[in-house]
């Protein structure tokens, strides 16, 4: 798994922009504007991950005032993300990972093998600072805990 102080698994996805184009994220390309936050998220249109992308929505100026940028990533197809978007007025972009390499790169990958879905992302956000190292890192393997967003908020501040 990945931690902090490592260098981050640098990647290329399609990615649902809050005015609803589809383009392409690379995260190399975004440090260069500061820190990035990466909030990984099981699935759209489940309750908690709902919650969990409202209460960063809500949450979101005090991150960009930090000079953070904010990046939802699932293995939901950015199809899936625009309606989710949509649906909950989400301010910030998500990133579609349908192809798992991201969840994989970052070792973030579970399975409900009670319900039959295998190769979802784990809940787990990272800060990674304008040299692409990783400065804060939580990952939970209960998919009902959200992160402390107080706790993300600073590692923004102090990434940046």
């Known amino acids: 798994m990945v931690s902090e102080s490592d260098t981050a698994p640098d990647f290329t996805a399609p990615m649902r922009t809050p005015d609803g184009d589809i383009t392409e994220f690379s995260l190399s390309s975004a440090t260069d504007d500061g820190p990035v936050v990466l909030a990984f998220f099981p699935g759209a249109f489940t309750s908690v991950c709902t919650g969990e992308m409202r209460t960063f929505r809500d949450r979101l100026d005090?991150?960009?005032?930090?000079?953070?940028?904010?990046?939802?990533?699932?293995?939901?197809?950015?199809?899936?993300?625009?309606?989710?978007?949509?649906?909950?007025?989400?301010?910030?972009?998500?990133?579609?990972?349908?192809?798992?390499?991201?969840?994989?790169?970052?070792?973030?990958?579970?399975?409900?093998?009670?319900?039959?879905?295998?190769?979802?992302?784990?809940?787990?956000?990272?800060?990674?600072?304008?040299?692409?190292?990783?400065?804060y890192a939580w990952v939970s393997d209960d998919p009902g805990v959200e992160p402390d967003y107080d706790e993300v908020e600073a590692a923004a501040a102090d990434a940046a």
């Open 62 to 135: 005090n991150l960009t005032d930090a000079g953070a940028s904010l990046y939802g990533v699932s293995i939901d197809s950015p199809f899936s993300l625009g309606e989710f978007a949509e649906q909950n007025e989400l301010t910030f972009p998500l990133i579609s990972d349908t192809n798992k390499e991201v969840i994989d790169a970052y070792d973030v990958v579970m399975d409900f093998a009670d319900l039959g879905v295998t190769g979802v992302a784990k809940r787990s956000v990272f800060v990674v600072d304008e040299s692409g190292t990783i400065t």
